[in-house]
């Protein structure tokens, strides 16, 4: 008896020593889901937090974005009251300027150049053969305010003209034109890597104009001018305002054939007009004067085989690419000029 009642006590103890353990499990069991619960909790926060900082994210940049575009149009509207206001700040009076008429300069299709006097300074005087009509006047002046605005060491200066039916434009005067030189005798590798440099710089100021580009239509061998640095030539552009005009109240072509891109050779209703087409025409001008020879769009593949420097064969050969969308623009072409000349060391 005694020992069944110490094997029952015994039992009991161990019962309850389960019935213990269990309970303290199960303790353990809800504090670990409760511990799983916090953390999902936590995540759950942590997501909400994610997904308010994305959204302000994007917030931000769709407001950034909206920003832009108002300025975008704040700086065109700006531009549109300049043109507004500031468009005749170029006109000049007739009676302050004197040609020489034995001084031509230079003669063209629709103007002669003569050397000229304007407030005691020699300068260049582009003189109009033709009066203007009212509507090729107001291209005129729209084309001149453009150019008036243009500052570059690598531009002609543009001083300004006359307000009439037979303008006078007053420019800067320089020495000679591209043409003129190289018709004399070859150009040497150290005058080919400034003036092509100059010329490529002045035709990326051009094409990076706000708001708009401005894109020249007529580059040549005779519309870069030449000054003398010491005794290195350098480069100018001319015609950067005019070239437009002539093209808009003519109908004609932008520039000489011989220069032009394939794109703006055929009926102007299928011309497609764009920066590249000075690029063509740059390649065609690099060409030009490293073979001495005036470009043959007949001939164009076998001059451009007559350059005897690879580095510029090969620049010309980007810019003369059929489709446009595959020439280099000017910025490219200036960092392979700027390469080539630290290779040449001059």
Known sequence: MGQRLTNFF??????????????ELREELRAQITYRQNQEQTITELRGELRAQITYRQNQEQTITELRGE?????????????????????????EIYMEANEVLGEGAWGRVVRGKF?????????????????????FEQEISIASRCRHPCLLQFIGATDDDRPLLVMELMDRSLRSLYEERHLTE???????LDVALALNYLHQYKPDPIIHRDISS????????????RAKVSDYGTA??????????????????????????????????????FGVLLCEIS???LPDPERRQQQVDLVNNFNYQAV???????????????????????????????
């Open 10 to 23: 015994t039992q009991g103890r161990q019962r309850n020593a389960r019935e213990q353990t269990i309970t």
């Open 71 to 95: 300025l975008r149009a704040k700086e065109q509207h700006l531009t549109y009251l300049q043109r507004q206001f500031n468009t005749r700040d170029w006109v000049i009076s007739r009676n």
């Open 119 to 139: 407030r005691r300074c020699v300068v260049a005087v582009k003189k109009i053969h033709e009066l203007l009509s009212p509507q090729a006047k107001a291209l």
């Open 190 to 196: 150290r005058e080919i890597s400034f003036i092509s």
């Open 222 to 233: 005779a519309n870069v001018l030449l000054w003398k640095e010491r005794d290195q030539w």
């Open 244 to 281: 437009n005009f002539v093209r808009l109240s003519t109908n004609d072509g932008p520039g000489a054939l011989i220069y032009c891109a394939p794109e703006v050779r055929g009926t102007v209703e299928d011309r497609v007009i764009s920066c590249k087409i000075d690029v063509y025409s």
């Open 291 to 293: 073979t001495g020879q």
């Open 316 to 346: 010309i050969q980007r810019c003369l690419e059929p489709d446009a969308g595959m020439r280099a623009n000017m910025e490219q072409i200036i960092d392979e000029l700027e390469t080539f000349r630290l290779l040449e060391n001059f």
